[in-house]
């Protein structure tokens, strides 16, 4: 549907919805099982999950009330405890599909008041598991906003993790991805 508007013809676009689950303030309490010695639980936003109970982590997640911006939902990773792998936050159901020549652009906002690194990937779905791509993202103390994209070379299933290998926090709000063919 167009706009005319002295002569000129405006396009009412939609806003573009994310191809993510909502990074927002509906959450839920979760206590995933976790190694023995080890402890994951926290708050989450409804349809994101922490996929580190295999690996020896301890982290506690937490909802912010200092969002960057109105309407946006923030998570504090608070890693306590690393031992050779690291923390994954991911959505419920892991893979999804990505079609090759399409660029998927993820954003939101990163902060760490220990500066502490976060890194950012796309996991091939099938073995050996490995990444397509991963970027370390740019952390401050205070809330900055990021940009990834990635366009794969092939149709292909692959998971988006966001990592921490080591211990401290990480805060993370607005995280969001939309496709651009």
């Known amino acids: 549907m167009g706009l005319m508007l002295g002569g000129l013809a405006l396009s009412a676009e939609e ?15 979760i206590d995933p099982k976790a190694k023995a010695g080890y402890d994951i639980r926290g708050w989450l936003p409804i349809d994101w999950v922490d996929n580190s109970s295999w690996a020896p982590v301890s982290v506690m997640y937490s909802e912010l009330k200092d969002a960057p911006a109105p309407g946006v939902g923030a998570v504090r990773m608070e890693v306590m405890k690393v031992d050779k792998y690291q923390v994954q936050l991911t959505t419920k159901g892991g893979a999804r599909n990505y079609k090759q020549g399409s660029t998927y652009v993820v954003t939101g906002w990163v902060r760490s008041p ?3 690194g976060v890194w950012i990937g796309f996991r091939q779905d099938e073995e050996p598991r490995e990444f397509f791509l991963g970027r370390d993202l740019e952390v401050d103390t205070e809330w900055k906003r990021f940009s990834v994209e990635w366009t794969p070379d092939r149709d292909c299933a692959a998971w988006l993790l966001f ?5 401290g926090t990480v805060d993370l709000a607005g995280l969001a991805m939309e496709e651009k063919p």
């Not at 806003?15 to 309490?29: H, I, N, V, Y």
């Not at 990592?163 to 211990?167: F, T």
Request: proline residues 13%; without cysteine.
């Open 114 to 116: 220990t500066l502490t």
């Open 15 to 29: 806003p573009t919805k994310s191809l993510l689950p909502e990074f927002g303030t509906k959450g839920r309490q």
């Open 163 to 167: 990592n921490v290998p080591k211990a």
